[in-house]
């Protein structure tokens, strides 16, 4: 599997610059993060190319990253930010000292989970955020694809959780949740599963894609007040029913 990770994350896609409206969430979610800033660290799990620590040094946190591939370290290195390469090993750290750790779309690479989130858990200190996010395997758009969602693909994804499934990886780590929340359909993943369903001989893997439908949709829907407010009721709807197509899970470390 060792050898199967390397080279499938060698040749992982570089997504270029960062457009307005992901600028715009990264700092909705810095801004989130500020009842929890006490130490001024952060650290991100699976960080890329840096681009969400570069926004929070701008804010003034002290950032530090781990990351896998060998092109993303060098890029982020190249930023002077601080980096550990390989899966998160908290014998790099100090222990409880971090106010918040992120991972996004990350933790359904990972092979060893239950060590993951019990690392993430040694590391936040008391009364710290850990916040993650992930495919929603009891989505509607998983639901309407079954076997052609896009979201199934080894060797990239080796675990698929539920809000319950992520809430009891969590708990049994020590922490306590503050929320799971459900939310997005993806139109370009839907229409991707249509064609690998339909028209297999002209499917392209969606991480693979040059023409990213959902980044023109969300760029239509933060220009227009009205359908930023359809947005909001839309993604409260699909967190009650827990059908959205990303799970986002706020966890807290107990004080006591």
């Known amino acids: ?14 997504y270029g610059s960062l457009s307005p409206l992901t600028i715009k969430r990264y700092r909705e979610l810095l801004q989130n993060f500020e009842p929890f800033r006490k130490n001024n660290r952060l650290l991100e ?11 929070a040094r701008q804010e003034g946190w002290e950032v530090t990253g781990t990351e896998y591939s060998d092109k ?20 790099n750290f100090s222990q409880s000292s971090f106010d918040v750790v992120l991972s996004l779309e990350v933790i359904e690479h990972v092979r060893c989970i239950e060590q993951e989130a019990t690392a993430m858990t040694q590391l936040v200190r008391p009364g710290g955020l850990i916040y993650l ?13 079954q076997a052609n969602w896009g979201v199934l693909c080894y060797p990239e994804h080796l675990h698929y959780f539920n809000r319950t499934s992520l809430r009891k990886l969590f708990d049994s780590a020590g922490t306590r949740k503050l929320g799971v929340a459900t939310t997005g359909i993806s139109v370009g993943r839907l229409r991707e599963g249509w064609r690998k369903r339909h028209r297999p001989t002209d499917y392209r893997p969606f991480v693979n894609t040059t023409y990213n439908e959902d980044q023109q949709l969300r760029s239509r829907i933060f220009s227009n007040a009205f359908l930023e407010g359809i947005r ?4 409260t709807i699909l967190t009650i029913t827990g059908l959205g197509d990303t799970l986002k899970g706020r966890f807290i470390k107990p004080e006591n």
């Open 133 to 145: 996010t992930t495919p929603n395997y009891f989505s509607l758009s998983r639901r309407i694809l």
């Open 232 to 235: 909001i009721v839309l993604n």
């Open 45 to 55: 799990v699976g960080c890329g190319h840096g681009a969400f620590l570069e926004l």
């Open 72 to 91: 993303s370290i060098g890029v982020i290195r190249s930023k002077g930010i601080t980096v550990y390469q390989g899966e998160l090993d908290p014998s």
């Open 1 to 14: 599997m060792d050898k199967e990770l390397d080279d499938f994350y060698a040749a992982y896609p570089d």
